[in-house]
Every structure is written in structure tokens, then in C-alpha cells.
């Protein structure tokens, strides 16, 4: 494990205010690129931070449950009284899994990465306030009244609308080397070793300038406001960024919250959603798998009777809610351990699945795909990072994937994958996409 501040025996001093202000986004026009964000619009949550005051890093996978157990004792000692809504304070994610062509592109973000903001803003019940964090110690309480106070006086009172027009981008994916991907799937399938594989694909696109980020995520959080809308930034400038419509988990003391998310179709066809033999068998497969994982870890656990319709701007999924009772002692890093991939990303029988992504799907993930979001003390928020890209300068590298069982075609799971890219190359500002 590495660290920059070490966790373990650390204590931090913390403090907080109110701020006269309604976005936290709009900070970012005094205080620059935030170096997390996390927004579900609906719920009227959303959180910038900007600034390292600590990071905890797993260098193997290994380490992820340590480092993730680690994230849940934070040691805090607030000027005043704390805030009883405040999300994280910890910010981060970690890799999907093991890969078969690494991609020096994600080395920045490792096996897994969790920030501590210098400063984090988010939107409460009744307004928006700030937190500041410093390491305990000498100069900890007056760092933490200067940061408080720097953003008091500079923070934009507005809301943070995308600017600029569309743009030009040009993009790049070879549709000939997935649809082979689909079949060879297919016959993994038919001869029984496999039930269903989730394959993704990469989609690189390039603009004519560095794309702004927070226009991006200004327009992530218009466009798509029954998603979480995530930003991770590291010191080299790379942004992994995404709004996904799945929970992976929701811990509020002993209360889990998750869910399957699994079945597709376009708007259009959303009504027949329910009917269709191979969407269902795929969303039943997901189901199934999160009731018999939590089994060991729940006192008490109800799923929806019946999957409702989850509607997007680009795609309708099938949705079962589950909400469970964790038994006593349970953590949310090990409810993340357990569900990790679930049969949406990843596919049954899940390691013969995720073997057979790392021989034939070509691709390294990165974060897509795995857990992104919020912990701390007792609380925690993951989310799966779909319809997600990592952007640098003017490029970015956009990830979707489809569900391959028993009757999947080519040629549709094909266009399944690009209308789920629709999502983020609007937001990166493209209308007119050049294909190559």
C-alpha cells in the first residue's frame, strides 16, 4: 500500500461553514478543475473537491481490501460540530481487475486510489457548505481556517452551466475485431462453458483542442440526471469521468442499498422491454447472483418482485432495487469484495467470464466498469462506472460494453454500444462524430 500521507495512526483536523453559494461545480471557475466530483441530480447531492490532503493508493490487488477497511477509520477532529450529511470525505475508485493487454494510460490511477480533498464542497439540506482537512499536528487548525476562508471569499455564487458551442471530434473503433469478439463469445456460450460474458470495447476520440472539463461534466449532469456524474483527476492531468445509471452499493450504517441493472434497449423499444426472452434471462442472471453473494452477509434482504424500467436519454434498462440488513460488523469494503463484478459487467460463471476477458476481449478496462465513489465512517456510496471515458488534453478513450448470452447478434450488440456512447461524446461536445 502507498501512501502520501500514511493512514494508519494519522489523524486529521477538520472544519467546516456554510457557503453562500448553490453549485458546487461553480467553484471551479476560481479554484480551477476539481480533483473529484460526484453529483446525482435528482437527489440533489453533489460534491467538489479540489487539492490532496492525503491520498491512499493499493499498488496490487491484494491490497484493495486493506486499503478500502483503512478508508473507514479515518480519525477526524472538527472545530466545532460536524456535519451530519457530508459525503466521503474519502474520494476514489479502483480497477475492474486483471486485464490481458495493459494500458499505460490508466498507470496514473493504479489498482486503486482514494483522495482526502484540501477543501470539499457539497450541497446540504438546506444550502452548501465547505469542510477543509489538514494532518493533525502544527499548522493543522490554522491550514484548515485559511482554506476555509480562501474559499469563502473566492467561491462563484452562480450555478455552472457548460459553455461553448459543439465541436468537431473524430473517433475510432474497430467494428470488424468486436462483432468477432461477439462471436467467439457466442461459442463459448453454445458450448457450455459460459452462461454470458460482458464485452467492451474502446472508442478513441480526438478534438480539435483540449477538451474543458468541467463543460464536460457541466453537461454530464444536464444531460443525464438520473445518473451519477463522476470526476477522478490525477496530478498528471488525467481525468476518469462518466455518469452511471448503476449502484453497485449504498452502506448508511447498517442499512445496504444495491440493485441489477441489466437488459437494454433503445427509447423506442422500450415498452417491449419486458417481453423480450434474452433481456430477461440476462437481468434474472444479475438478480440471482446479488441475492446468493449477500446471502452471507445480510440478516435480511428484499428485492423487488418484478424489474421496472430505469429510462436514460440514449438507453431503457431492466431495474430490481434489493435493499438488505447488513448482520453486525459487516463493512462496505467487504459488500464491495463480495459483489464486485456482478454478472452486468462481468458475466456467469463469473471467473470462467472474467478469464475469458482477459484472453479475447483485447481491452484494458482501467476503471470501467469498476467501483467509483464515496466511503467514510460507517457510510459509503459506489457506483459502477459505465458510460464513462478518460480524457487527457484533446483525447479521450470512451468505454461501453454489452451483456453476450444465448441469442445475442452481432450486429445488435454492436449498436447497443453506440447508443450507450451517445452519452459521453454529447457531453465531450460532439454533434457531427467523424467514424472511422
Known amino acids: 500500500m502507498k501512501t502520501l500521507n500514511p493512514v494508519e495512526s494519522q489523524r486529521w483536523v477538520a472544519g467546516m461553514m456554510p457557503l453562500a453559494a448553490v453549485d458546487p461545480l461553480s467553484g471551479a471557475d476560481s479554484l480551477g478543475v476539481p480533483t473529484v466530483y460526484w453529483e446525482r441530480p435528482l437527489e440533489r447531492e453533489a460534491a467538489a473537491g479540489w487539492g490532496e490532503a492525503a491520498v491512499v493508493e493499493a499498488t496490487d490487488s491484494a491490497q484493495v481490501p486493506a486499503v478500502m477497511a483503512a478508508l473507514g477509520a479515518l480519525e477526524l477532529r472538527w472545530l466545532g460540530a460536524p456535519p451530519a450529511d457530508m459525503p466521503g470525505p474519502w474520494f476514489g475508485g479502483l480497477r475492474f481487475g486483471a486485464t490481458g493487454l495493459p494500458d499505460a494510460g490508466w498507470a496514473s490511477h493504479g489498482v486503486a486510489r482514494w483522495t482526502l480533498p484540501e477543501v470539499l464542497v457539497w450541497r446540504t439540506a438546506s444550502g452548501v457548505a465547505v469542510a477543509a482537512f489538514a494532518p493533525e499536528g502544527r499548522g493543522g487548525e490554522d491550514a484548515v481556517r485559511s482554506r ?23 473517433s475510432k473503433s474497430s467494428r470488424p475485431e468486436f462483432e468477432a469478439r461477439v462471436e467467439r463469445a457466442l461459442e463459448a456460450i453454445a458450448s457450455g462453458q459460459l452462461q454470458k460474458v460482458v464485452l467492451a470495447r474502446a472508442v478513441d476520440v480526438e478534438g480539435p483542442a483540449a477538451f474543458e472539463v468541467v463543460d464536460v461534466l457541466a453537461r454530464l449532469r444536464e444531460q443525464n440526471p438520473r445518473c451519477a456524474t463522476f470526476l477522478f483527476r490525477v496530478p498528471d492531468g488525467t481525468c476518469f469521468l ?14 445496504l442499498e444495491t440493485e441489477a441493472l441489466a437488459g437494454t434497449a433503445s427509447p423506442q423499444q422500450a415498452d417491449g422491454l419486458r417481453g423480450v426472452d434474452k433481456e ?14 449477500l446471502r452471507s452477509l445480510v440478516s435480511d434482504v428484499h428485492a423487488d418482485a418484478e424489474p421496472r424500467l430505469l429510462t436514460l436519454k440514449n438507453v431503457v434498462h431492466l431495474r430490481t ?60 456510496h459506489l457506483m459502477v462506472a459505465l458510460r464513462s471515458a478518460r480524457v487527457r488534453g484533446a483525447r479521450a478513450r470512451l468505454f461501453v460494453g454489452c451483456g453476450i448470452v444465448a441469442g445475442s447478434i452481432a450486429e445488435a450488440e454492436w449498436r447497443e454500444t453506440e447508443m450507450k456512447s451517445l452519452a459521453v461524446l454529447r457531453a465531450l461536445g460532439g454533434v457531427d462524430v467523424g467514424r472511422q
Open 148 to 170: 476555509l476562508e480562501r474559499v469563502r471569499t473566492r467561491f462563484a455564487e452562480g450555478y455552472r452551466h457548460a459553455r461553448g458551442g459543439a465541436v468537431e471530434l473524430s
Open 242 to 255: 462518466g455518469a452511471t445509471p448503476e449502484t453497485l452499493c449504498r452502506v448508511d450504517g447498517r442499512v
Open 280 to 293: 430477461v434471462r440476462e437481468h434474472e442472471a444479475v438478480v440471482r447472483y446479488i441475492l446468493a453473494t
Open 321 to 380: 432495487g434489493i435493499r438488505a440488513e447488513l448482520k453486525e460488523g459487516v463493512s462496505a469494503a467487504q459488500v464491495v469484495g463480495a459483489l464486485h463484478p456482478t454478472p452486468a459487467v462481468g458475466g456467469t460463471p463469473r471467473e470462467r467470464a472474467l478469464s475469458f476477458l482477459v484472453e479475447h476481449e483485447g481491452l484494458d478496462r482501467g476503471w470501467y466498469a469498476g467501483p467509483v465513489g464515496w466511503m467514510g465512517p460507517g457510510r459509503a
